[in-house]
Structures are given as structure tokens and as C-alpha cells.
């Protein structure tokens, strides 16, 4: 393949993915205005779930998942010992955020410890 031909190919790919991203996030949005409704309907009805249907199946309302956020973590660590549950509290790196500490030192031309291990990904872009 010339290099003209592999431009093409990666520009076609990059469009795939761009409308394939698209028709996702339709539906996802599709899916989850139809799935409301759907609760909506049985919660109605006062039902759990809905009848079973050939082909198909039943749909069945699950617990909410939980979600939580705490703005201030050192109130919520302090809380959290205060109440004996220190096994919550995990001390982490994000592994963005240690990117991008390792990007900014290979940058400054700082050596990289032998315990961190790197990598480097190529990557492209595409300018029209």
C-alpha cells in the first residue's frame, strides 16, 4: 500500500468511527428515554416487572445503583475514622495523573525511577 492509499484508509476509518460514535450516543440516549418510560409504566401499574413476553422476555425494575461523591475528602476521611471505617480509605495514584508527572519529568529531563514502568503509544491525527 503507497503512503496516499494508507492516508485514505486511516481518513475512511476515522469517519467509521466518527458515525459509529454518533449512532451510539443516539442510542444510548434512545435506549435510556425508553427504558423511563418503561419504569414509568410499571411503577404505574405498581409493578416490579413486566409480563413475559415470546422472544423477548421480561423486564424486571432493579434497586438503583448508587452513586457518591464527597467535595471535601479530608472531611470525609475524618469521618470515616471517626466512625471506625478507615478500610474505606484507599491512598491511590490516578494513572492519568502519573502519566502525566512521568511526561512532565521526561520533559524537565528528570530520570524516571525503575520502579515506574513506561511506555510510549504513537498516535495520529489527521488535519485537513
Do not use: C
Request: proline share 2%.
Amino acid at each position: 500500500m503507497t503512503e496516499k492509499e494508507l492516508v485514505l484508509e486511516y481518513k475512511l476509518a476515522k469517519d467509521e468511527l466518527e458515525v459509529l460514535d454518533d449512532k451510539l450516543k443516539l442510542a444510548k440516549e434512545r435506549f435510556l428515554i425508553v427504558q423511563a418510560k418503561l419504569i414509568d409504566e410499571l411503577q404505574t401499574k405498581g409493578a416490579s416487572k413486566t409480563a413475559k413476553y415470546d422472544g423477548v422476555g421480561t423486564v424486571t425494575i432493579m434497586k438503583p445503583s448508587v452513586g457518591a461523591r464527597s467535595e471535601n475528602e479530608d472531611t470525609l476521611f475524618e469521618y470515616l475514622r471517626g466512625i471506625g471505617r478507615d478500610d474505606l480509605i484507599k491512598a491511590t495514584v490516578h494513572h492519568r495523573t502519573l502519566s502525566s508527572f512521568v511526561k512532565e519529568m521526561l520533559e524537565t529531563g528528570k530520570d524516571i525511577p525503575e520502579f515506574i514502568q513506561v511506555w510510549f503509544t504513537p498516535s495520529t491525527r489527521l488535519t485537513k
